[in-house]
């Protein structure tokens, strides 16, 4: 099992940027995709982004693309979240995954997930 640690939330005004961090221990040789995901309350987890851990390829969902951008750095065994021009429709907990066969926007596919961290976008 691959352990996710989430770090990087926290309160912005729109229009602003954060930038999320997702390290992860144990077990990454069998990582092929990170992603992340979001949840607000009283919503299901939706998809933001994944990133092909060797190749680098990425895709967004389209409520986030040209604003969001996911990274990754291996050396470090993190992937990256980075944030801007954040709208109030962006809170939600964070969540990132590690998926180890697919690179996908199902959050069935993915076998890993961390804790969550909070992003809060004030109006």
């Known amino acids: 099992q691959v352990q996710l640690v989430e770090s990087g939330g926290g309160l912005v005004q729109t229009g602003g940027s954060l930038r999320l961090s997702c390290t992860a221990s144990?077990?990454?040789?069998?990582?092929?995709?990170m992603g992340w995901f979001r949840q607000a309350p009283g919503k299901e987890r939706e998809f933001v982004a994944t990133?092909?851990?060797?190749?680098?390829?990425?895709y967004y969902a389209s409520s986030v693309k040209g604003r969001f951008t996911i990274s990754r750095d291996n050396a470090k065994n993190t992937v990256y979240l980075q944030m801007n021009s954040l709208k109030p429709e962006d809170t939600a907990v964070y969540y990132c995954?590690?998926?180890?066969?697919?690179?996908?926007?199902?959050?069935?596919?993915?076998?890993?997930w961390g804790q969550g961290t909070q992003v809060t976008v004030s109006s």
């Open positions: 995954a590690a998926s180890r066969g697919i690179a996908t926007i199902s959050k069935y596919d993915y076998d890993d």
């Open positions: 144990r077990r990454t040789s069998t990582i092929y995709a």
């Open positions: 990133i092909k851990w060797s190749a680098g390829g990425t």
